[in-house]
């Protein structure tokens, strides 16, 4: 049972209203004419498919390798880039704030560090 069609287990639970997928058609089985000794059924392997069907896949994926640099040159485009001076200003903020954090922690790590070795 598809995911889609699904019912819930709970009690006086109602059923999902997705209707029910279409069903396709068996694929026919090819004919072997018995008169003709050694004669193979006809092969349906892809050997016998056209071209433009091997082609499918890789069209599918250039065109949602398309449409992905489209959304992405998109979103791009409604980015606000901020200036050289808020670009340097927040630079410093970063740079400001690994060194007291990295002086912090070597503190507590040179602290630790003595208090093993007294012991």
Excluded: C, H
């Amino acid at each position: 049972m598809s995911a889609q069609r699904r019912t819930s287990t709970k009690r006086g639970a109602t059923a999902t209203a997705t209707p029910p997928a279409p069903k396709r058609a068996a694929p026919q089985e090819s004919k072997v004419d018995s008169s003709k000794s050694g004669s193979r059924p006809a092969n349906t392997n892809a050997k016998t498919k056209a071209p433009e069907s091997r082609l499918q896949p890789f069209k599918r994926r250039m065109e949602g390798l398309q449409r992905t640099l489209r959304e992405t040159r998109a979103e791009m485009a409604k980015i606000t880039w901020p200036d050289q001076q808020t670009t340097r200003n927040l630079t410093i903020v970063v740079i400001g704030l690994s060194i007291v954090l990295g002086l912090f922690l070597g503190g507590i790590d040179y602290i630790l560090l003595k208090i093993l070795e007294a012991l």
